[in-house]
């Protein structure tokens, strides 16, 4: 059995196929928090049908349409989390280099700021072409949590597909490809045919 002293955080969690669970089919987590108290991660390619603009109270910030907003689980649907890929502050926490978390809305202003010096084509948010990041930051509404033993009970019964953390990945990959990219990586087998099929919110 997978012990807690065993996985160490941060990793991606895949769905399986075979999960029934909307809120979790097809389902790509990056998990940043295990101990004996629980877990802690957010799902990353649940993409929300609102925008940044729709959701930050922005009166003084200048906000470009269509940078999305993801819905990163069932866990408190009011708070909001940034995820990005350079340290801003020191209240930040980095769970490792290039990969931090804030919960400031100082972080976020300045993560907006830097982004009107990007490009957009429609409604998909299209990166500065010297950034070359697709997702330089995300904006996670809610989270995903496990109680203590729960989530290594669950990779034990093989109901996730535990993947390295790959930046690639995370930061710079379409949502819609990200959960085939984190199976394939790992060494779970499925058809190819489930891997062709998108879950309902893969849009």
Known sequence: MHSTHQLQPPFF????PFVEDQRF???????VDLDESGALG?????????SLDQVVDHDHLEIPGGIPVWNAGPEDPTLGIVL???QQHHYEQEIV??????????TLTTLINN?????MKGHSFT???????LHPFRLLIGYTGWTSGQLE?????????????DLEILFNLDHRRMWQTVIERSDFKVQAHLLSHHGQWLH
């Open 115 to 119: 982004s009107l010096h990007t490009t």
């Open 25 to 31: 089919k097809m389902a790509v987590i990056l998990l």
């Open 153 to 165: 009970d669950e990779l034990q019964r093989g109901l996730w597909v535990k993947v390295p953390l």
């Open 42 to 50: 957010f799902i990353l390619n649940n993409k929300s049908t609102l």
């Open 127 to 133: 990166p500065h072409p010297t950034s070359q990041v």
């Open 84 to 86: 990005h890929n350079q």
């Open 97 to 106: 280099p290039g990969v931090c978390l804030s919960a400031s809305q100082e």
């Open 13 to 16: 969690l895949a769905a399986p």
